[in-house]
């Protein structure tokens, strides 16, 4: 459990966690009928077309919107970014690698970077400004930040 709350006192992963936070934030919010989006319906019928089961896109869903609000906060970032991981793995792999053929590269370059991303929260931790620094402070050596002198 201590390994879940442990994390770098970095202003960097802050950063990214808030960037990466934003952005699956507003795609769980599309899936489910916000910023423009087709909603839930018109998602399990996406997904459903592509053979997905209606408890995966369940579970998307709530990895980008639920996951990205609890992100923000830097609470279970660890456990939040492996889901990205895998939501990035499997965006990859069903909608945008059949789209290299014509569109190259960019085809999957943001999920990519995404994908990157969550990598790095998931083995570095959500950073300072977070709850997990504070929930893992008392166990966590990495966490103690230096007195410049």
């Not at 934030?25 to 599309?30: E, L, N, P, S």
């Not at 910023?35 to 459903?48: A, D, K, N, P, S």
């Not at 209606?54 to 609000?69: K, N, W």
Request: aromatic letters at 14%; hydrophobic letters at 50%.
């Amino acid at each position: 459990m201590k390994a879940l709350f442990t994390t770098r006192p970095s202003l960097g992963l802050t950063v990214l966690r808030l960037a990466i936070a934003a952005v699956m934030i507003y795609h769980g919010g599309q899936k489910l009928g916000y910023f423009w989006g087709f909603g839930l319906e018109g998602t399990l019928g996406f997904f459903g077309g592509m053979g997905v089961p209606s408890y995966i896109t369940y579970l998307v869903i709530a990895g980008e919107f639920v996951g990205g609000i609890a992100m923000v906060f830097g609470f279970f970032a660890r456990f939040t970014a492996a889901s990205w991981v895998l939501i990035m793995i499997g965006a990859i792999y069903l909608v945008h690698w059949a789209q290299i053929g014509e569109q190259g590269f960019k085809a999957i370059e943001f999920q990519l970077v995404l994908l990157a991303g969550s990598l790095t929260l998931l083995c570095e931790g959500a950073g300072c400004l977070s709850i997990d620094r504070f929930l893992g402070k008392k166990d966590c050596e990495n966490c103690k930040v230096e007195e410049k002198k």
